[in-house]
Structures are given as C-alpha cells and as structure tokens.
C-alpha cells in the first residue's frame, strides 16, 4: 500500500517561507512523479508543482519564481520550497502520485499566510 505524509506546514507572515515535505512509502519513489497540490476552503483543489522521476519540473503560473518543488530518492522524499508567501497561498497542500492506475494522495498539511 502506498503511503504519503505531509509535514511542514504552518502559519507565516507574507514574505514568508516555509518548507513542506512528502515521505513516501510502499512505492519505487524513484520512477515516480510527484505532485503538490492545495485546496483552499470553498475551492476545488487545484495543481501546484510537479516533478519528474528525472527531476524536470513545472509550476502552476502563481507560483512561478516563488516555489520550488524537489526530491531526494535516497529518502524517498518530496519537497516544496515555498519562498514569498502570499495570503493567497493559505491552503491544505497535498502531496500526489499516481501508481498502477490509482492515484494516492497524503492527508494535507495546513498553510496560512498572514498579511
């Protein structure tokens, strides 16, 4: 069974930072990619950032230059540098794989940016 868990999350001042991580088990983390994604209340969930199993990434246009999504294999975990915090980022950040047709998702980890 595939396991994620989020950590990291907690409140921040805009400008900001904060740095999430995803540990991953029961999977070949390594051939994997690997999402973020958040939810803020009353909106649906929405993509963040992705990374390739060879460490090619993209982002979401908001968060462009301000966030950096990363992995280390050896410890089969997911990271996401959140520099410049933005209210607009307060949300539940998600981790995301997909494996064998399913997709699995962590049980989140807060953000709230004050302003």
């Known amino acids: 069974q595939v396991y994620l868990r989020e950590s990291g999350g907690g409140l921040a001042q805009a400008g900001g930072s904060l740095r999430l991580s995803c540990a991953a088990s029961?999977?070949?983390?390594?051939?994997?990619?690997m999402r973020w994604y958040r939810q803020a209340p009353g909106n649906q969930r929405e993509f963040v950032a992705a990374?390739?199993?060879?460490?090619?990434?993209n982002y979401t246009d908001s968060v462009k230059g301000r966030f950096t999504i990363s992995r280390v294999n050896g410890r089969n975990t997911l990271f996401l540098q959140m520099d410049n915090l933005k209210p607009e980022d307060t949300a539940v950040y998600y981790c995301?794989?997909?494996?064998?047709?399913?997709?699995?998702w962590g049980q989140g980890t807060q953000v709230t940016v004050s302003s």
């Open positions: 029961g999977l070949n983390f390594a051939i994997h990619a």
């Open positions: 990374i390739s199993s060879r460490g090619a990434t």
């Open positions: 995301n794989t997909n494996s064998r047709g399913n997709a699995f």
